[in-house]
């Protein structure tokens, strides 16, 4: 577990405007956040990063941007109408509602082992032992299209981003020329009425996914498997900085996996408030394209033209939560430190994902010179970099403990001598250590 308190890390994100919570003036909403002016930007960079990896770096993936509401038989073929469900007790007592696996602290769904690991057990809202046994509950979130509320206009929105990549897969394939394997990927909003959603920003009813579906030949699913998996190792620790001690395999036992997963690898992250999943690797047979057909009755088959067959691609997906990797992150990067007796906070994280790569400063906001060679110098790299920052709030120190706060590599200040030399200061946010380097170098 990191050693990291979850409390930091809210706190933070609400002081310096990573994350706030949803309708905060009105009390809040459980399970939905809002990201703030920081917030996005960090947000947009892991995007980014993941996008280019996955999909422009990449010759046989492709986006799409998919609706969230798309025609319901979507999901009865998915499975997710009959089969969405987590289980859940109530307290009789108190009204309050529990995830029956997490009370019992069981990776299992199983109703009948549920029922035997939960005996004797008490609310923990209320203490006492009045819980209903378990029982399933749907998640999907409904809302009715067009003008009459009956069951014939009923639709959900979407608890994954995977459903229209699926029924996409065959609008893709023509419209690119695809051959197997080629792979299917998107970023979006997911919704799920989570029974408790907690632990801030990793189980919120309304999230961002960022999920590739890869079509392929059956005969390829063992290799296939492997270079996703580790395709999102790499992806955690080189592309986003985090630390290979902060994360660790988990493989699904047969009572955890999903009804059409062959096989199953998440890759858990250890947050302050356990070990728990981030990215999931899973082998999904020809589950989806099968049932798609079936429900649809467009043939979604393939013919390989080296071998002269016809079959129906499996699937194997990548799947990973924005909101769960920005907590990583954060988790990964934040370190409270002591530098020459005074405490500090900074969040150490890798600079192409910072929300601002300078902060630029003069040393004195009231000595007109330096504002003005300060301003020259922070508009010539906010022209070539964007992200820059103008900070003049409060003294030097303040500054830089602001900065490190948000996890800005570089301070830069111009100060008397900048004047006489066109040097600047720039100091370093993990090391705390500043040189003289000359404005044109640093340009
Ligand atoms: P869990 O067991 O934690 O509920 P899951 O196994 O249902 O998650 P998947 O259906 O595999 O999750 O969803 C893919 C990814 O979407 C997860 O790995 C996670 O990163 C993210 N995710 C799922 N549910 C939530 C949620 N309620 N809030 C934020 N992210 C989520």
Redesign the pocket.
């Known amino acids: 577990m990191s050693t990291v308190k979850l409390e930091e890390i809210v706190s933070l994100a609400k002081r310096r405007g990573f994350v706030f919570q949803a309708s905060e003036i009105y009390g809040g909403l459980a399970?939905f956040w809002d990201y703030g002016p920081l917030g996005v930007e960090l947000a947009n960079r892991i995007k980014a990063e993941w996008w280019s990896a996955m999909v422009t770096d990449k010759d046989n993936v492709f986006g799409i941007d998919g609706a969230i509401i798309q025609n319901p038989n979507l999901w009865k073929a998915s499975g997710h109408v009959a089969g969405f469900t987590?289980p859940l007790v109530d307290c009789t007592n108190c009204g309050a509602r529990h995830r029956a696996d997490h009370l019992a602290d069981t990776d299992s769904t199983d109703l009948e082992e549920l029922t035997e690991l939960l005996k004797g057990k008490s609310c923990p809202k209320c203490g006492k032992q009045s819980l209903t046994k378990p029982r399933t509950y749907n998640m999907m979130m409904k809302t009715w299209v067009g003008p009459i509320e009956d069951a014939s206009s009923v639709a959900y929105l979407r608890p994954?981003t995977a459903g229209s990549i699926f029924i996409n897969y065959e609008n893709v394939r023509e419209t690119m020329r695809a051959k197997l394997p080629f792979g299917i990927a998107q970023i979006g909003k997911?919704f799920?009425n989570?029974i408790s959603?907690r632990d801030f920003?990793?189980?919120?009813?309304e999230?961002e996914?960022m999920?590739m579906q890869y079509f392929i030949n059956p005969d390829d699913q063992e290799k296939s498997y492997q270079d996703w998996r580790d395709f999102a190792w790499k992806f955690l620790t080189a592309s986003l900085g985090i630390k290979a001690d902060s994360l660790e395999w988990h493989q699904h036992a047969e009572n955890e996996r999903?009804h059409y997963a062959a096989n199953a690898h998440?890759i858990y992250f250890k947050f302050p408030f356990g070990s728990?999943?981030?990215?999931?690797t899973?082998n999904r047979t020809d589950f989806d394209l099968s049932n798609h057909s079936k429900e649809s009755k467009k043939d979604l088959s393939y013919f390989d033209e080296q071998t002269k067959s016809r079959f129906i691609p499996y699937v194997i997906e990548s799947?990973?939560?924005l909101?769960?990797?920005f907590l990583a992150v954060l988790t990964d990067a934040y370190h409270e430190e002591e530098i020459n007796g005074e405490k500090r906070v900074v969040l150490k994280l890798k600079p192409e994902l910072a929300p601002y790569r300078f902060a630029v400063s003069p040393l004195l906001k009231n000595k007109a010179e330096l504002v003005e060679k300060a301003s020259e110098l922070f508009k010539a790299l906010k022209k070539k970099h964007g992200n820059v920052i103008w900070d003049d709030n409060g003294n030097i120190g303040k500054r830089y403990r602001r900065q490190d706060e948000i996890g800005t590599p570089n301070c830069i200040t111009v100060d008397f001598q900048s004047l006489e030399d066109d040097t600047v200061t720039i100091r370093d946010r993990d090391t705390t250590e500043q040189k003289r380097i000359s404005i044109s170098e640093l340009i």
């Open positions: 399970g987590d994954e997911a799920r989570e959603p920003i990793f189980r919120a009813r999230f996914q999920e999903a998440d728990k999943e981030l990215w999931g899973h799947s990973v939560g909101d769960r990797m």
